[in-house]
């Protein structure tokens, strides 16, 4: 008898099968519909969206603007879903192949110094598949991750995050395991814009 959790472990890993099979454009598409369905549902996540965007942008964009830009953010997290399930059947050398990185001299002069490499990025673009990409050229490394809202994703995502080689830490109680790493010599990648109030973490 399965519990709960691995019912729904197992559920989520079908769907994500199934939508492996998606092409890669396709799913592009349906990521925007989703992105648009999601926007006109989840309201209190389209409020939050619109405050902080008008936050940032009130002096340079009008409230239409401002809309149109929340709508796009939803729907790259659409495109990220079914980008992610289009990834799963990629080999780390396909994968390679529709990658494109700038500036990684910058990384291997800092990893060669053998002090371990802070990576600093954002929620930009496809962030999971940077998540699961990123080992692929700056190995070892370690992701500084927080678990999911709903917990049966968390081992889901884990996997996806970490099948190129890429190991992950949990934020919470993270700061030793961090240290470690770096002594090391090993690169730890984290993305900065959340936990960002002085009680939460520097």
Same mark, same amino acid.
């Given at each position: 008898?399965?519990?709960?959790?691995?019912?729904?472990?197992?559920?989520?890993?079908?769907?994500?099968?199934?939508?492996?099979?998606?092409?890669?454009?396709?799913?592009?598409?349906?990521?925007?519909?989703?992105?648009?369905?999601?926007?006109?549902?989840? !309201?209190?996540?389209?409020?939050?969206?619109?405050?902080?965007?008008?936050?940032?942008?009130?002096?340079?964009?009008?409230?239409?603007?401002?809309?149109?830009?929340?709508?796009?953010?939803?729907? =790259?997290?659409?495109?990220?879903?079914?980008?992610?399930?289009?990834?799963?059947?990629?080999?780390?050398?396909?994968?390679?192949?529709?990658?494109?990185?700038?500036?990684?001299?910058?990384? +291997? =002069?800092?990893?060669?110094?053998?002090?371990?490499?802070?990576?600093?990025?954002?929620?930009?673009?496809?962030?999971?598949?940077?998540?699961?990409?990123?080992?692929?050229?700056?190995?070892?490394?370690?992701?500084?991750?927080?678990?999911?809202?709903?917990?049966?994703?968390?081992?889901?995502?884990?996997?996806?995050?970490?099948?190129?080689?890429?190991?992950?830490?949990?934020? !919470?109680?993270?700061?030793? +395991?961090?240290?470690?790493?770096? +002594?090391?010599?090993?690169?730890?990648?984290?993305?900065?814009?959340?936990?960002?109030?002085?009680?939460?973490?520097?």
């Amino acid at each position: 008898m399965l519990s709960s959790k691995e019912i729904a472990y197992y559920s989520i890993d079908a769907v994500i099968r199934l939508l492996s099979l998606i092409p890669r454009s396709a799913g592009l598409l349906l990521g925007n519909v989703l992105g648009v369905i999601l926007f006109l549902v989840l !309201k209190r996540r389209r409020s939050v969206a619109m405050d902080n965007l008008t936050r940032a942008f009130k002096h340079e964009k009008s409230e239409t603007d401002i809309r149109i830009l929340a709508k796009t953010i939803f729907k =790259n997290l659409g495109r990220i879903l079914f980008e992610i399930a289009w990834s799963t059947r990629l080999s780390k050398k396909e994968l390679e192949k529709h990658m494109v990185i700038k500036g990684l001299e910058h990384f +291997k =002069n800092a990893h060669a110094k053998n002090k371990g490499v802070l990576l600093l990025s954002g929620h930009f673009g496809n962030f999971e598949l940077l998540a699961a990409s990123i080992a692929i050229f700056c190995s070892p490394v370690s992701l500084i991750v927080r678990p999911m809202s709903f917990r049966p994703l968390n081992p889901i995502v884990d996997k996806l995050r970490s099948r190129f080689g890429g190991k992950t830490i949990p934020a !919470k109680r993270s700061m030793r +395991k961090i240290l470690t790493a770096l +002594k090391k010599g090993e690169s730890v990648g984290m993305l900065m814009d959340q936990s960002v109030d002085w009680y939460e973490g520097v």
